[in-house]
Protein backbone atom coordinates (compact mmCIF):
# COMPACT_ATOMS: atom_id res chain seq x y z
CA UNK A 1 0.00 0.00 0.00
CA UNK A 2 1.21 3.24 -0.94
CA UNK A 3 0.88 5.45 2.52
CA UNK A 4 0.69 9.24 1.70
CA UNK A 5 1.33 10.39 5.14
CA UNK A 6 2.76 8.80 7.92
CA UNK A 7 2.97 10.21 11.20
CA UNK A 8 5.24 8.56 13.70
CA UNK A 9 5.12 8.92 17.33
CA UNK A 10 4.78 12.75 17.24
CA UNK A 11 4.33 14.93 20.18
CA UNK A 12 3.05 18.42 19.96
CA UNK A 13 3.27 20.84 22.94
CA UNK A 14 2.23 24.25 23.99
CA UNK A 15 4.72 25.73 26.24
CA UNK A 16 4.61 22.95 28.70
CA UNK A 17 0.81 21.81 27.92
CA UNK A 18 1.16 18.63 25.89
CA UNK A 19 -1.62 18.71 23.22
CA UNK A 20 -0.54 15.71 20.76
CA UNK A 21 1.12 13.10 23.08
CA UNK A 22 2.97 10.68 21.22
CA UNK A 23 0.30 9.53 17.73
CA UNK A 24 1.07 7.06 15.19
CA UNK A 25 -0.93 6.98 12.00
CA UNK A 26 -0.96 6.60 8.73
CA UNK A 27 -3.13 7.47 5.89
CA UNK A 28 -2.73 5.85 2.59
CA UNK A 29 -3.40 7.09 -0.74
CA UNK A 30 -7.00 7.22 -1.65
CA UNK A 31 -8.40 6.38 1.57
CA UNK A 32 -10.66 8.83 3.64
CA UNK A 33 -10.04 9.06 7.32
CA UNK A 34 -11.98 10.98 9.84
CA UNK A 35 -11.24 12.31 12.77
CA UNK A 36 -13.27 12.47 16.18
CA UNK A 37 -13.46 13.26 19.30
CA UNK A 38 -14.24 15.82 22.25
CA UNK A 39 -13.46 19.28 21.96
CA UNK A 40 -9.69 20.54 23.05
CA UNK A 41 -8.96 16.64 22.27
CA UNK A 42 -6.31 18.00 19.47
CA UNK A 43 -8.14 17.58 16.43
CA UNK A 44 -6.99 20.59 14.69
CA UNK A 45 -3.77 21.16 16.05
CA UNK A 46 -3.16 17.41 14.77
CA UNK A 47 -4.17 18.92 11.05
CA UNK A 48 -2.32 21.94 11.42
CA UNK A 49 0.97 19.80 12.43
CA UNK A 50 0.24 18.17 8.99
CA UNK A 51 0.09 21.05 7.05
CA UNK A 52 3.46 23.08 8.55
CA UNK A 53 0.52 25.50 10.66
CA UNK A 54 2.29 24.34 13.67
CA UNK A 55 6.05 23.38 14.81
CA UNK A 56 6.54 19.74 16.77
CA UNK A 57 7.89 18.71 19.47
CA UNK A 58 8.59 15.04 19.17
CA UNK A 59 8.89 12.58 16.48
CA UNK A 60 8.00 13.04 12.70
CA UNK A 61 5.52 13.62 9.82
CA UNK A 62 6.49 11.96 6.04
CA UNK A 63 4.48 12.56 3.14
CA UNK A 64 5.47 10.54 1.00
CA UNK A 65 8.40 9.22 3.05
CA UNK A 66 10.03 12.56 3.17
CA UNK A 67 10.21 14.30 6.83
CA UNK A 68 8.15 17.91 6.33
CA UNK A 69 9.21 19.14 9.44
CA UNK A 70 12.67 18.62 8.57
CA UNK A 71 14.47 22.19 8.99
CA UNK A 72 15.22 22.29 4.82
CA UNK A 73 11.51 21.72 4.05
CA UNK A 74 10.13 23.85 1.20
CA UNK A 75 6.28 24.90 2.59
CA UNK A 76 5.06 26.45 0.04
CA UNK A 77 5.81 22.84 -2.37
CA UNK A 78 4.24 20.85 0.53
CA UNK A 79 1.25 23.40 0.93
CA UNK A 80 0.50 23.31 -2.70
CA UNK A 81 0.15 19.33 -2.46
CA UNK A 82 -1.85 19.41 0.87
CA UNK A 83 -4.66 21.28 0.75
CA UNK A 84 -6.63 22.92 3.65
CA UNK A 85 -10.24 24.03 4.46
CA UNK A 86 -11.05 25.54 7.84
CA UNK A 87 -14.16 25.99 9.56
CA UNK A 88 -14.00 29.39 9.00
CA UNK A 89 -14.18 30.61 4.92
CA UNK A 90 -11.03 32.73 4.50
CA UNK A 91 -11.82 33.78 1.02
CA UNK A 92 -9.87 37.39 0.26
CA UNK A 93 -13.08 40.22 0.93
CA UNK A 94 -11.79 42.06 -2.24
CA UNK A 95 -11.54 39.92 -4.38
CA UNK A 96 -14.08 37.75 -6.61
CA UNK A 97 -15.01 34.61 -6.80
CA UNK A 98 -12.88 33.56 -9.80
CA UNK A 99 -9.82 35.77 -8.60
CA UNK A 100 -9.85 34.41 -5.19
CA UNK A 101 -9.12 31.30 -7.09
CA UNK A 102 -6.66 32.12 -9.53
CA UNK A 103 -4.54 34.13 -7.09
CA UNK A 104 -2.22 30.72 -5.62
CA UNK A 105 -2.62 29.06 -8.72
CA UNK A 106 -1.07 31.66 -10.90
CA UNK A 107 1.12 33.55 -8.33
CA UNK A 108 2.46 30.56 -6.37
CA UNK A 109 2.69 28.02 -9.13
CA UNK A 110 3.11 29.95 -11.91
CA UNK A 111 0.56 28.35 -14.26
CA UNK A 112 -0.69 29.51 -17.47
CA UNK A 113 -3.83 31.32 -16.85
CA UNK A 114 -5.73 29.74 -19.61
CA UNK A 115 -5.73 26.59 -18.19
CA UNK A 116 -6.24 27.49 -14.49
CA UNK A 117 -9.48 29.31 -16.00
CA UNK A 118 -10.64 25.80 -17.59
CA UNK A 119 -10.25 24.25 -14.38
CA UNK A 120 -11.82 26.47 -11.89
CA UNK A 121 -14.91 26.87 -14.45
CA UNK A 122 -15.01 23.12 -14.16
CA UNK A 123 -14.87 22.76 -10.85
CA UNK A 124 -17.46 25.27 -10.00
CA UNK A 125 -19.86 23.67 -12.24
CA UNK A 126 -18.88 20.34 -10.36
CA UNK A 127 -19.88 22.30 -6.92
CA UNK A 128 -22.94 24.21 -8.57
CA UNK A 129 -21.39 27.88 -8.44
CA UNK A 130 -20.35 28.10 -11.84
CA UNK A 131 -22.89 31.36 -12.10
CA UNK A 132 -21.23 32.99 -9.23
CA UNK A 133 -17.93 33.66 -10.35
CA UNK A 134 -17.91 37.74 -10.61
CA UNK A 135 -19.32 37.39 -7.27
CA UNK A 136 -17.57 38.69 -4.03
CA UNK A 137 -17.62 36.78 -1.00
CA UNK A 138 -19.84 39.50 1.16
CA UNK A 139 -22.75 38.41 -1.88
CA UNK A 140 -22.16 34.86 -1.09
CA UNK A 141 -24.13 32.67 1.32
CA UNK A 142 -21.86 30.42 4.52
CA UNK A 143 -22.26 27.58 2.28
CA UNK A 144 -21.55 29.14 -0.40
CA UNK A 145 -18.15 30.45 0.37
CA UNK A 146 -17.48 27.57 1.92
CA UNK A 147 -17.83 25.65 -1.16
CA UNK A 148 -15.17 28.07 -3.21
CA UNK A 149 -12.98 27.60 -0.56
CA UNK A 150 -13.32 24.28 -1.14
CA UNK A 151 -12.76 24.98 -5.12
CA UNK A 152 -10.06 26.88 -4.57
CA UNK A 153 -8.12 24.85 -2.69
CA UNK A 154 -8.95 21.92 -4.97
CA UNK A 155 -7.82 24.23 -7.95
CA UNK A 156 -4.23 23.77 -6.74
CA UNK A 157 -4.15 19.76 -7.20
CA UNK A 158 -3.19 18.63 -4.09
CA UNK A 159 -2.74 15.13 -3.46
CA UNK A 160 -4.72 15.33 -0.16
CA UNK A 161 -6.73 17.60 1.57
CA UNK A 162 -7.72 18.24 5.11
CA UNK A 163 -11.30 19.52 6.23
CA UNK A 164 -11.11 21.20 9.93
CA UNK A 165 -15.06 21.15 10.63
CA UNK A 166 -15.67 23.03 7.35
CA UNK A 167 -19.55 22.84 8.14
CA UNK A 168 -19.55 24.16 12.20
CA UNK A 169 -19.98 27.79 11.34
CA UNK A 170 -22.82 26.99 8.67
CA UNK A 171 -26.84 27.19 8.67
CA UNK A 172 -28.44 23.65 8.97
CA UNK A 173 -29.52 24.20 5.64
CA UNK A 174 -26.27 24.94 4.15
CA UNK A 175 -24.50 21.84 5.74
CA UNK A 176 -25.50 19.19 2.58
CA UNK A 177 -24.58 21.28 -0.03
CA UNK A 178 -21.11 21.42 1.27
CA UNK A 179 -20.93 17.91 2.66
CA UNK A 180 -22.34 16.64 -1.13
CA UNK A 181 -19.25 18.21 -2.68
CA UNK A 182 -16.98 16.40 0.21
CA UNK A 183 -18.69 13.22 -0.97
CA UNK A 184 -18.40 13.53 -4.32
CA UNK A 185 -14.91 14.04 -3.77
CA UNK A 186 -14.52 10.94 -2.13
CA UNK A 187 -15.48 9.16 -4.74
CA UNK A 188 -13.34 10.33 -7.33
CA UNK A 189 -10.57 8.84 -5.07
CA UNK A 190 -9.55 11.71 -3.13
CA UNK A 191 -7.15 11.47 -0.33
CA UNK A 192 -8.68 12.86 2.64
CA UNK A 193 -8.33 13.89 6.44
CA UNK A 194 -11.43 15.19 8.33
CA UNK A 195 -12.87 16.42 11.48
CA UNK A 196 -16.46 16.59 11.45
CA UNK A 197 -19.09 16.89 14.15
CA UNK A 198 -21.57 15.53 11.73
CA UNK A 199 -21.81 11.94 12.59
CA UNK A 200 -24.19 10.81 9.51
CA UNK A 201 -21.83 12.06 7.22
CA UNK A 202 -18.43 10.27 8.77
CA UNK A 203 -20.18 7.28 8.63
CA UNK A 204 -20.79 7.83 5.00
CA UNK A 205 -17.40 9.16 3.61
CA UNK A 206 -14.98 7.24 6.04
CA UNK A 207 -12.93 4.29 5.05
CA UNK A 208 -11.41 4.83 8.59
CA UNK A 209 -12.35 6.16 11.82
CA UNK A 210 -9.79 7.61 14.36
CA UNK A 211 -10.94 8.54 17.21
CA UNK A 212 -9.26 11.16 19.86
CA UNK A 213 -8.83 11.87 23.58
CA UNK A 214 -6.34 14.01 25.04
CA UNK A 215 -4.05 13.94 22.37
CA UNK A 216 -3.76 9.83 21.86
CA UNK A 217 -5.28 7.71 19.51
CA UNK A 218 -8.06 5.77 21.71
CA UNK A 219 -9.57 4.07 18.95
CA UNK A 220 -9.19 3.25 15.30
CA UNK A 221 -11.37 1.08 13.34
CA UNK A 222 -13.59 0.97 10.58
CA UNK A 223 -16.92 3.18 10.70
CA UNK A 224 -19.49 0.70 10.75
CA UNK A 225 -17.50 -0.75 13.82
CA UNK A 226 -16.91 2.60 15.34
CA UNK A 227 -20.89 3.44 15.45
CA UNK A 228 -22.41 0.12 16.30
CA UNK A 229 -19.74 -1.60 18.70
CA UNK A 230 -17.54 1.16 20.16
CA UNK A 231 -14.49 -0.38 21.25
CA UNK A 232 -13.69 1.95 24.82
CA UNK A 233 -16.06 3.54 27.38
CA UNK A 234 -14.31 6.95 26.12
CA UNK A 235 -15.89 6.29 22.42
CA UNK A 236 -19.33 5.14 23.78
CA UNK A 237 -19.41 8.56 26.10
CA UNK A 238 -18.69 10.94 23.39
CA UNK A 239 -21.03 8.34 21.06
CA UNK A 240 -24.23 8.83 23.59
CA UNK A 241 -23.88 13.01 23.31
CA UNK A 242 -24.64 12.61 19.62
CA UNK A 243 -27.41 10.42 19.65
CA UNK A 244 -29.08 13.03 22.44
CA UNK A 245 -28.82 16.16 19.89
CA UNK A 246 -30.27 13.64 17.51
N1 LIG B 1 -2.15 28.41 20.00
C1 LIG B 1 -2.40 27.73 21.14
N2 LIG B 1 -1.76 28.03 22.29
C2 LIG B 1 -1.99 27.33 23.42
N3 LIG B 1 -2.85 26.30 23.51
C3 LIG B 1 -3.53 25.95 22.42
C4 LIG B 1 -3.34 26.64 21.16
N4 LIG B 1 -4.14 26.07 20.23
C5 LIG B 1 -4.78 25.08 20.88
N5 LIG B 1 -4.42 25.00 22.17
C6 LIG B 1 -4.91 24.01 23.16
O1 LIG B 1 -4.63 22.71 22.67
C7 LIG B 1 -5.70 21.82 22.95
C8 LIG B 1 -6.18 21.19 21.66
O2 LIG B 1 -6.79 22.18 20.85
P1 LIG B 1 -7.44 21.84 19.45
O3 LIG B 1 -7.87 23.14 18.86
O4 LIG B 1 -6.51 21.02 18.66
O5 LIG B 1 -8.69 20.97 19.88
P2 LIG B 1 -9.86 20.38 18.97
O6 LIG B 1 -9.89 18.91 19.21
O7 LIG B 1 -9.71 20.84 17.58
O8 LIG B 1 -11.15 21.01 19.65
P3 LIG B 1 -12.53 21.52 18.98
O9 LIG B 1 -13.35 20.27 18.73
O10 LIG B 1 -13.14 22.36 20.03
O11 LIG B 1 -12.19 22.26 17.72
C9 LIG B 1 -6.74 22.63 23.70
O12 LIG B 1 -6.59 22.41 25.06
C10 LIG B 1 -6.41 24.06 23.33
O13 LIG B 1 -6.77 24.92 24.36
MG1 LIG C 1 -10.83 22.10 16.34
Not at 92 to 99: A, Q
Not at 102 to 127: G, Y
Amino acid sequence: MDKLIEIKNLVKKYADKTVINGIDLSIQKGEVVVLLGPSGCGKSTLLRTINGLENIQGGEILFHGKNIHDKNSNWIEIRQKIGMVFQNYELFPHLNVIDNILLAPLKVQKRAKEEVMLQAEELLKKVGLEDRKFAYPRELSGGQKQRIAIVRALCMNPEVMLFDEVTASLDPEMVREVLDVILNLAKSGMTMFIVTHEMGFAKSVANRIVFLDSGKICEESEPKEFFSNPKTQRAREFLNIFQFED
